[in-house]
């Protein structure tokens, strides 16, 4: 396979990020794309923003899917490439535009060499929020096609080229959005006493936060609360009359994410009474934890230690989410670390994935898919 290409794709998907339910941009690069493919054994449906691209097997008796996401986020970009986003404030940084360049190198691929069982190429909006995965997975054109198995991947930036690792059964966490909005009273900045500073009371609420995972969660378990930004008042001499904070909690265990917001609801309760202001919290997006089907992952390894296609290791879970799990809660399959080997990580403005990333997964799965898909 002629890898050149779909690196060259890639950087024509970095130059067009998108937000989530807004690719409209992406996916029209992406049928254009499959216009020029043989047609015969394609189907193709498109489903909001996403695609669902069936290719028929010679004798199918089971269909295999590899999904992948498809927006940006909003990050300025401040990388050293040739080609950069040019959608102002938007960026690929978190490896979606290299998660489609596979999907489209496998699509281009099996077009041309069909295998036994049919094989769906899921393009999924909204990965980054507020999540395409569960209302694709519940929408009528998803279940017409539902597959027997799936497989995703995510480029791991601290890994080296040439590497995967995965391991059976929970790689990533729970996770629940989450937005605090307040309200107190505004004024002038020279009469405090007449006012009710929400730049205050937020600054307080961030603190506090900080203990639920040192104080409230068992250390071996794990948990993550992140206040990712902030914002409050109108001018450096007013006293703010609303604040907001934004950010994510992850957790390793249900129990745990209980737990998680019902600090946060006390904690808010609190500060209510102590700052004399009203507050509201919002969870947003929920994504269930990505659970790998245990003896899919093991089967998988067993290939990678036999076939060699790319250096296997284990790893360990990680706190990051990926709605993905939606899809495994349903279907059996698995989600893998490809090692990209970038200075800075994932959602980081400077995030240069190295692109001989994309051959590494396309051999790998190229040839994993045509053990699977011949072996009825
Ligand atoms: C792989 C990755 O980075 N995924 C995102 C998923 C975002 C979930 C949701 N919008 C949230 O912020 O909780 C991640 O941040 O882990």
Redesign the pocket.
Known sequence: MEAQRFIDIRRQLHRIPEPGFKEFKTQQFILDFISQLPQERLSVKKWRTGLLVKVTGTHPSKTIAYRTDMDGLPIKEETTYTFPSLHEGFMHA?GHDIHMSVAMGLLDYFVHHPVKDNLLFVFQPA?????GALPLLQSEEFQLEKPDMILGL?IAPEHPVGTIAVKEGLL??N????FIDIRGKGGHAAYPHLANDMVVAASHLVTQLQSIVARNIDPLDSAVVTV?KITGGTKQNIIAETARLEG???TLSSDSMKRVKGRIESLVKGLEASFDCQAEIDY????YQVYNHEELTREFIAFLEREKTAEFYHCKEA?????FGYFLKEIPGFMFWLGADSQFG??HSRIEPKEEAIPVALRTLVSYIEWKANSN
Not at 127 to 131: N, V, Y
Not at 175 to 178: H, R, Y
Not at 284 to 287: F, R
């Open positions: 978190c990965e980054e929020g507020p999540g995510h990533f966490a996770t629940s959005e989450l990712g994510t909690i992850r947003g997006a929920n994504y706190m990051t989410g990926e709605d994932l959602h």
